[in-house]
Structure formats: C-alpha cells, structure tokens
C-alpha cells in the first residue's frame, strides 16, 4: 500500500483506492492511501508550522534540493514514465517525454530560486528610499487532474518551493501513482518535515477541504470547468489566492495555402495524440474551402495509419481513453455530434480489448465532418479523441469561428502566408498561439495560461509563476 506523506511521515489513509491500467483492466497497478478530512487537516497544520522557516530558507538550499530533484526523475524518466503509461493511458513515448518535462521544470524553478530579483528606487519624498519585493504566500494547496499526472504537479510544486511556500499536494484519484513516486523523490531531498505534504484522497473530502481551510492561503487547480467554479466561489468566500486552469475548445484554422503535410500532422497530433486528453487539444478544425475537401481526405488517410493499443507496446499511437465514464463522455458526443447534423468521416469505434485481448477503454479517433458553429460538438469540450470540422468561406470568417468560443487557451493556424499568421497571432483570442505547430505540447519555461472560460488568475510556468506564488512587498526607510 502506498501511503500519504504528512510531516514527513508515510502514513495509513482511512480507505484505499484501486489503481488500474486502462490498457487493461485485469492489472491493478497498486493500492494507494486515501485521506479524510482529518487527515488533510494534519496535513494543513503540518504545513503551516513548517513555513516559517522555510520562508526564510537560503536559495541555495532551495536550488539544491530542487535541482536534485531534477536530476533524478531525468535519470530515471524510462522507469516513471512507465508508471505513468499504465496508470494513465498515454503512451510510452508521450509518457517517458512528460517524466522528462517534469525534471526539466524542477531544474528550471531551482535556476528561479537563485534569482528572486526586486527592485530599489528612491521615493518621491526626500531622503526615503524604496525596496520592492516579493515573498512567499504561505500554505498552497495544489489540486492537479489526472491527465498530466507528473508534469502538472510539477509545475505547481516546483515553483510553489521556489520562492518559498509550504505545499499540500492532492493529485487526482486516477492517478496516484506518478504522484506518489514524485513524493518519495520529494521525501528524500533534504525538505524540513511538512514542507511538501501529499495527500492522496477524494476531490470532494480532501479537495474540499483544502478549499475551505483558513491555514491555506493559496489554490492552484488544474481540471474541469465545474470543479473550477467551485474553487473560485469557495477561495472568494473566504479572500484566498487562486488561479485555474481549466478547458479548452481549442480551434486551428487550415488555409487554402498551408503545406498540407504539415497541418495535416498538426491536426493529428494535437487532436488525437494522448487520446485526445490534453486541454489544449484541437478539437475543432477549421478548414477554407480550397483545400477543404483534400484535408479531410488526408486526415481520413492519416488516421487509417493509426495504431490504437496498449499504451506501453512499442508502436502504439494512441493509447486507451483514462476510464470508463471519460469513455462514455466521448462516445456521448460522438452520438450527439451525429444527432446535431455532423458526418462521422472516420473511427468513433469502441474497441473492447487491445491485439492482445486485454480489455481496456479503446476508442479509434474520430473524425466528424459537416459541422457548424451552433451544434454542441463545436462548443462543449469532449476531452477524447474526437475532433470535428467546420468549413469556412476566407481566412476572416476562419477567424471569427476561432474565436467564437467560450474557451481561450490555445488557437492554431496552418498558412504559408506570413500576413495571416501575423494577423491570427494578434487577433486569435486564446492565451497561447501557435503556427504551423500542433496547438498542444508546450515548452516548460515559458508562460501556460488562457483567456475567457480557459483560465482564471495569474500564468503559470516560466518566470510569471512568480505572480502567483509570491505577494509584493513595498518598504519605504526614511535614512
Ligand atoms: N483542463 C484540464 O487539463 C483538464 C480538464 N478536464 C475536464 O474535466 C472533465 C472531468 O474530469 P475530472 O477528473 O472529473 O475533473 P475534476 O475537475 O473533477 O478533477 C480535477 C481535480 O479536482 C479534484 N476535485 C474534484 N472535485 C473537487 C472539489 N469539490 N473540490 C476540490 N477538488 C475537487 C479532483 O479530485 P478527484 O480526482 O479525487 O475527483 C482532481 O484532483 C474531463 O472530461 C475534462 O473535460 C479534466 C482533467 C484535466
Ligand atoms: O499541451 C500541453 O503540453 C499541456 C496540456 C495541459 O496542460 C493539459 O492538458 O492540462
């Protein structure tokens, strides 16, 4: 049994939760501790007594325990990276690339921690000068989705530790695995006991709980809408920091110009690859009618060549959907789409058991052709391999269906034409814009975030985390 760490002690949980590889569903990739609220509120305290002093660590301290962190999940990204396969779905390839990111971005905020800036200036009155400053926030509770089950948590702890703060870390109930292996990391790098606490539980009991204590002064999340909202209306309540990160209908716009290689494997990548799983996916493909028409051929083509199976087999392209109600959302659309007018161009087929007969949560990508901007498919976000197209007259009204959406993460466009892609990055109304490049895949060091029903609150990754786990300090001393 694989327990929560509190106080920098391993412990019991008051129930258990089943761990089981979506590949196949007979392997249960372990048992793993599952809080109450009691437990979380230890978890809290533990942190709050904890962040004293560990607001007032050195920055070596904190970049050496962040970067030897860094270094050994980047040496040992095959072996996590496995883990998260089987507990997740994604595959190996995909998944061994996010164990990497994920150390990437611990060497990236332990650089951070060596550099935490400020600024001095005189004031406007004489003889007083000014320091502006940032610090440390206090207690965060981190609440993470199970899609990215090593990179998100690391691109919240990291930073959260950087610049000071104490974490209690809930990851989603999907994936308790690769959090838990990232905690053991954590267990041994020299962080005082309660610094970093990992309390594996239900949304609902821990997550909850984590919303509502005083002790936290800061959530960031990462997951769905409605549990987003839930966040926003609990942290007002009761004046905390927050910051979400939540879905995404992300559009990209195919011209008549564009190389049809290339939007064709941007397409595929970003609307199917990690079965489609990803917040910024493109789910909704835009398409001028020159090249509608030999697009959505070569998609068909492109997709006839994907391999759906077990996640960990050499090969594979697409992996299983997370589980069986995620399952049930996609193919809920999929029969929606249908019922609303669209065309099912290609795949949308439940597959019972991989090549080798293990029962798992297989989908083939789906192509679904023939839609508008009214119909559900191209405004509520399906988090599946299922990606729709719409037609558009010109490059203006490819815009203007971009942007007609809810949602705001990322926006893509395929053009050969520098004054398109130059006007869509100005104009396209998502918090990340992307050319000639799959809409999802992100780099580590540079800003994560959207606009509109994406995103709430400051960006995460690269050096604007700063924003969000630290406060603004201005000192004025009359000399
Ligand atoms: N933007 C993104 O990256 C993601 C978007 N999604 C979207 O959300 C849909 C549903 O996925 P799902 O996993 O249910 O997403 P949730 O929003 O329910 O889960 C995200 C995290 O929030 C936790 N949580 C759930 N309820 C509460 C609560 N009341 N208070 C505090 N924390 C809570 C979850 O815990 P627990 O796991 O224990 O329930 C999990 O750790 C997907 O189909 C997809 O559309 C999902 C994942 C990522
Ligand atoms: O596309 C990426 O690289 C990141 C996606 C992501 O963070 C998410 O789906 O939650």
Not at 79 to 93: Q, S
Not at 125 to 146: D, H, K, N
Not at 395 to 422: M, Q, R, V
Not at 444 to 449: L, M, S
Request: net charge neutral.
């Amino acid at each position: 049994m694989f327990k929560n760490l509190i106080n920098g002690e391993w412990l019991d949980g008051a129930a258990v939760s089943r761990n089981i590889n979506p590949s196949d569903t007979r392997d249960l990739v372990g048992e793993y501790a599952q809080a109450d609220a009691a437990q979380a509120e230890l978890a809290i305290t533990a942190a709050t007594a904890a962040f004293p002093a560990w607001s007032l660590s050195t920055p070596q301290q904190r970049f050496d325990i962040l970067d030897a962190v860094g270094t050994e999940i980047l040496a040992r990204r095959a072996e996590l990276g496995d883990l998260l396969a089987r507990e997740e779905g994604k595959t190996l390839p995909e998944a061994i690339g996010e164990a990497g990111r994920a150390g990437y971005i611990f060497k990236f905020f332990a650089g951070e921690a060596l550099r935490p800036g400020g600024e001095t200036m005189p004031s406007v009155r004489p003889g007083v000068g000014v320091e502006v400053t940032r610090e440390a926030i206090g207690v965060v509770g981190l609440i993470t989705p199970w899609n990215f089950p090593i990179a998100i948590p690391a691109w919240k702890i990291a930073p959260a530790l950087a610049y000071g703060n104490c974490v209690v870390f809930k990851p989603a109930d999907l994936v308790p695995g690769s959090a838990w292996a990232l905690a053991e990391i954590l267990s041994r790098s020299g962080l005082p006991a309660g610094v970093f606490n990992l309390v594996m539980g239900r949304g609902s009991v821990v997550g909850e709980k984590l919303l509502h204590d005083p002790r936290v002064a800061a959530i960031s999340f990462t997951g769905s809408v409605a549990t987003g909202q839930k966040v926003a209306t609990a942290a007002v309540a009761r004046m905390a920091k927050f910051q979400l990160e939540m879905g995404g209908k992300n559009p990209m716009v195919v011209l008549d110009d564009a190389d049809l290689g290339v939007a064709v494997n941007a397409a595929v990548n970003s609307g199917f690859f990690s079965t489609g799983q990803r917040c910024t996916a493109s789910s909704r493909l835009i398409v001028t009618e020159g090249i509608h028409d030999r697009f959505v051929a070569a998609m068909v083509e492109k997709m006839k060549s994907l391999k759906v199976d077990d996640a960990r087999k050499a090969g594979t392209d697409i992996g299983p959907v997370v589980d069986a109600s995620q399952l049930r959302q996609d193919t809920d659309y999929l029969g929606i789409a249908q019922d609303e007018g669209g065309t099912l161009a290609h795949g949308g087929q439940r597959v019972e058991t991989n090549a080798d007969g293990a029962p798992g949560f297989y989908l083939t990508p789906a192509l679904i052709t023939n839609t508008t901007a009214a119909m559900r498919i191209n405004k509520e976000e399906v988090f599946g391999p299922v990606v729709s197209v719409m037609r558009a007259k010109n490059y203006d009204e490819a815009l203007a269906l971009a942007n007609d959406s809810p949602f705001g993460l990322a926006s893509g466009i395929a053009t050969t034409s520098l004054k398109h892609a130059t006007h869509f990055k100005r104009h396209a109304q998502a918090g990340m814009v992307m050319v000639n490049l799959p809409t999802a895949g992100v780099d580590y060091h540079v800003p994560f975030g959207g606009r509109k029903g994406s995103s709430y609150g400051p960006r995460e990754q690269g050096r604007h985390a700063a924003e969000f786990y630290t406060t603004v300090k201005t000192a004025y001393t009359q000399a």
